[in-house]
């Protein structure tokens, strides 16, 4: 044998041992080669990869949302339009309230309505004289956005704007390119007017103007702007990076895939994708592998799951009884972070300007019982055996579990420990693989399954009746590519 050859059967030994096959990812969105089989089909989608604006926004887990608008004056949840700026008056408005309060409850960014459905501006715009500087409110010399904007400075809180494409107020509202470029100029003003944004949340609402006509938006061209203007920014819901769920109940799906086949935005190519294969983002199903068989392209679309802390969005005197339960608001991040969305709590000021004690008792409700359940893993520092046990997932997030052949890790508790709650996260950023997994638990000399699931993705939690074990044992039965677990841990919550 020459000496190139022994080199170069060197060298593919040697990729193939450092388990090479792995290394090619794609950032975004892949599209398939004509005609391939499943199994190709299947190990390019366990390879798309999320964006670096993408990963960081998924590691938030918790978000806010606040509802603000002369609603909040007028006990409507969808103004006319034809409101009064004269309407808009929180006398009491502290916003330094709203971001200290939600930093509290474990939010890490906040999203405002800058202009909700009726059209008036949160702040001084040089678009429209339907805004904060038309209103009493500190004698037209306020500006809610910058308030916030500030607040959030002070407490390191991710900063996010909504504005809503609908306007029930602008003339040009129908004339589809004035009023593409009358947007464009808003959104400007809220991209360089106030430092930093980090997710730009376009609604999906959308109806008439006051002129009766309908609205043909120019997606392509707000993307581009925010692209230019806020690189790092996500843009959400009939933006490109962030999914909306389907619902607005707080429940996700149990199976979530981030890697979805449905096309994200709103652009001509996207919309033209979605019509063929029917698919909304209230399909039941986005991503499994029987969806893939058809389709051309799989993208990074991950879930965000938007629920308010009362039944309307926006405060109502009406329903300060009515704000959800601490329980209530731990079932919903069992079920959205705990099933690989980013939750989005809508927490809306009153109409003095000011979070009500209800809503911060159930937030201070929820952050305490969030912090109960992380406070003691019942695996961390237990110790692993089998084969593969070496890179054993130590729960600690610091390494990951990598099972080439045998999918299976067992542990023993360092104590035989109760437990009621699994965590189970995969390290996304190489890809959404797992498919199937389930937990057994050996307990008075019998294995038990104790839980099963699909889809991990970012973060799975599962709650299941409560049992004290001897043994653990974590299979994953199915998935598209090697799975790289970077975190299994035991909890027990009340
Ligand atoms: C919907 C809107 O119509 C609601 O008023 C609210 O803003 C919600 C978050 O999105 O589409």
Known sequence: MSRKLLIILFLVLLASCRGDRDAQYYTGMVKFPVKPNMGVKEAMAARVIPH??????QKLEMTAFIHFTVNTFTDM?????????????????????WVRVLSEAGMKMVIITAKHHDGFCLWPTKTTAHSVASSPWKDGRGDVIRELRDACERYGMNFGVYLSPWDRNAECYGDSPAYNKFYMEQLTELLTW????????????????????????????????????????????????VRWVGTETGYGRETEWSVTVLAPGGSPESR?????????AMSEDLGSSTL??????????????????????????????LVKSPETLADIYL???????????????????????????????LKAWIDALYDHDLLNGARPYGRGASNAIDGNNS????????????????????????????????????????????????????ATGTTIGYKRLLRFPEIKADEIRLTIASSRATPHISTFALYYTE
């Open 77 to 97: 949840e969808w103004g006319t339009g034809k409101e009064s700026p004269g309407l808009f008056n929180p006398v009491a408005l502290d916003a330094d309230q």
């Open 292 to 321: 893939l068989q058809d389709a051309g392209s799989v993208y990074w679309y991950p879930a965000e799951v938007d629920v308010s802390i009362r039944p309307g969005w926006f405060w109502h005197a009406s329903q300060d009884s």
């Open 272 to 280: 033209a994708i979605n019509e063929k294969t029917g698919l909304t």
């Open 194 to 241: 106030y430092g930093k944004v980090d997710e730009v949340w376009f609604d999906g609402a959308n109806g008439e103007g006051p002129n009766g006509r309908r609205q043909e938006y120019d997606w392509q061209a707000y993307y581009d702007l925010i692209r230019e203007l806020q690189p790092e920014a996500v843009t959400a819901i009939m933006g490109e990076d």
């Open 52 to 57: 670096a604006r993408q990963l960081e926004w």
């Open 399 to 450: 390494t990951s579990w990598s099972p080439r052949h045998k999918r299976i890790a067992s542990f023993v508790p360092s104590i035989p420990a109760t437990f009621n709650v699994a965590m189970l996260q995969e390290d996304i950023s190489r890809g959404q693989r797992v498919e199937k997994f389930f937990i057994e638990a050996l307990s008075e000399q019998k294995w038990d399954t104790i």
């Open 335 to 365: 079920s959205s972070v705990g099933r690989n969305a980013v939750l989005l709590l809508n927490v809306p000021p009153d109409n003095r300007g000011l979070i009500t004690d209800n809503d911060i008792e159930s937030l201070t409700g």
